[in-house]
Nanobody, 126 residues
Framework: QGQLVESGGGSVQAGGSLRLSCEAS????????MHWFRQAPGKEREGVAV???????TYADSVKGRFTISKDNAKNTLYLEMNSMKPEDTGMYYC????????????????????WGQGTQVSVSS
């Protein structure tokens, strides 16, 4: 079993920055794919970024060049650095973990990741 706990959400103005953290326990941190998803009110959940155990990353087109996903193995923590934020970045952000061993990590996998955090709210005002 494992647990994911997000933190770092909040309210910022457009152009501002936030850093989300996701502390992982148990087996979750050793998952092949560590994800950040978000869900805006009235919209479907979407993949924002994913990082593989081999260090490779994939980003949604809407956040490329503005967001950075990273991991601190010493702290078992996943991060999402968000810069130049826009009102359309508003939503509930979730970290998730999936997969073992080697393989590709899809930004929006067809099978929902096994482990999820509780979410942290991000609001960006114009």
């Amino acid at each position: 079993q494992g647990q994911l706990v997000e933190s770092g959400g909040g309210s910022v103005q457009a152009g501002g920055s936030l850093r989300l953290s996701c502390e992982a326990s148990g087996y979750t941190y050793y998952s092949r794919c560590m994800h950040w998803f978000r869900q805006a009110p009235g919209k479907e959940r979407e993949g924002v970024a994913v990082i593989n155990t081999d260090g490779s990353t994939t980003y949604a087109d809407s956040v490329k060049g503005r967001f950075t996903i990273s991991k601190d193995n010493a702290k078992n923590t996943l991060y999402l650095e968000m810069n130049s934020m826009k009102p359309e970045d508003t939503g509930m952000y979730y970290c998730a973990a999936a997969g073992l061993g080697r393989g590709y990590c899809y930004l929006n996998p067809s099978v929902s990741p096994r482990y999820w955090g509780q979410g942290t709210q991000v609001s960006v005002s114009s």
